[in-house]
Nanobody, 115 residues
Framework: QVQLVESGGALVQPGGSLRLSCAAS????????MGWHRQAPGKERELVAF???????GYAESVKGRSAISRDNAHNTLYLQMNSLKPEDTAVYYC?????????WGQGTQVTVSP
């Protein structure tokens, strides 16, 4: 059974940094792209960043230059380093993988950016 578990969310001040982690289990995800999405209150879920099996990355314009996605295939773990955080980064952050034509999501981790 595929399971994604996020961690690392917290309350941080503007300008601060966070590193989110997503532990994946239930299969070998090495060959599959993975991504981070976020959903702010009253807004739709949006893609933040993705990384392919060979390390190619993509970012939303809103986080480009401030964030870095990475993966540790040996440990089936996905990361998102976020720097220079802004109040508009406040959201629940979700880990995602499309594995064998099915979408899997974690339970989310809350990131709150506030003075």
């Amino acid at each position: 059974q595929v399971q994604l578990v996020e961690s690392g969310g917290a309350l941080v001040q503007p300008g601060g940094s966070l590193r989110l982690s997503c532990a994946a289990s239930g299969a070998n995800f090495t060959l599959y792209p993975m991504g981070w999405h976020r959903q702010a209150p009253g807004k739709e879920r949006e893609l933040v960043a993705f990384i392919t099996s060979d390390g190619e990355q993509g970012y939303a314009e809103s986080v480009k230059g401030r964030s870095a996605i990475s993966r540790d295939n040996a440990h089936n773990t996905l990361y998102l380093q976020m720097n220079s955080l802004k109040p508009e980064d406040t959201a629940v952050y979700y880990c995602h993988i499309r594995f064998r034509a099915l979408d899997y999501w974690g339970q989310g981790t809350q990131v709150t950016v506030s003075p």
